[in-house]
């Protein structure tokens, strides 16, 4: 499966020549506006999953922020898993496209077996990756029994 990992920017530039699975990543304090930017209209995107979580890990988490956790990560699975088959590629972003979607996409090629060679792309975000959130969704996947 092609593997797309974008800022915003990026994303709502991105015209999918396969049918795609988006995940969009949005914090808190800027779901709303982040709406005001759409994805190009395309019938080939399968789904488009939008998800609102902050990126801060256990212990830095301020009074407004939306922690990512186990339940938001069993929804991010679940819900992919479903449609997945169906996907020819899938494209992840937050708005700089350096923590959070990183850290999902990478999870999810580890987890499905997507194709793509995690290991680069671990190297490639290795400063800016969320690692809590890649383990949280590793994690729960394991709990899930949920594979390629």
């Not at 209209?41 to 990512?68: C, H, M, N, Q, T």
């Not at 792309?121 to 590793?138: D, I, P």
Request: charged residues 35%; glycine residues 2%.
């Amino acid at each position: 499966m092609d593997l797309h990992i974008f800022r915003l920017r990026d994303a709502v530039e991105y015209v999918p020549s396969k049918p795609t699975y988006a995940i969009r990543l949005m914090s808190s304090n800027m779901a709303e506006e982040l709406r005001t930017f759409p994805l190009k209209d395309s019938p080939l995107y399968v789904r488009v999953a939008e998800y609102i979580f902050d990126d801060v890990e256990p212990g830095r988490v301020e009074r407004k922020d939306i922690l990512f956790d186990e339940r938001l990560a069993e929804r991010v699975l679940r819900e992919f898993d479903q449609d997945r088959r169906r996907c020819e590629a899938l494209m992840v972003h937050c708005v700089m496209g350096q923590n959070r979607s990183p850290a999902v996409a990478i999870a999810l090629n580890d987890i499905f077996n997507l194709g793509n060679d995690s290991e680069e792309l671990k190297r490639k975000y290795s400063k800016t990756a969320n690692r809590y959130v890649h383990n949280t969704l590793k994690k729960v996947a394991e709990r899930l029994s949920l594979h390629g």
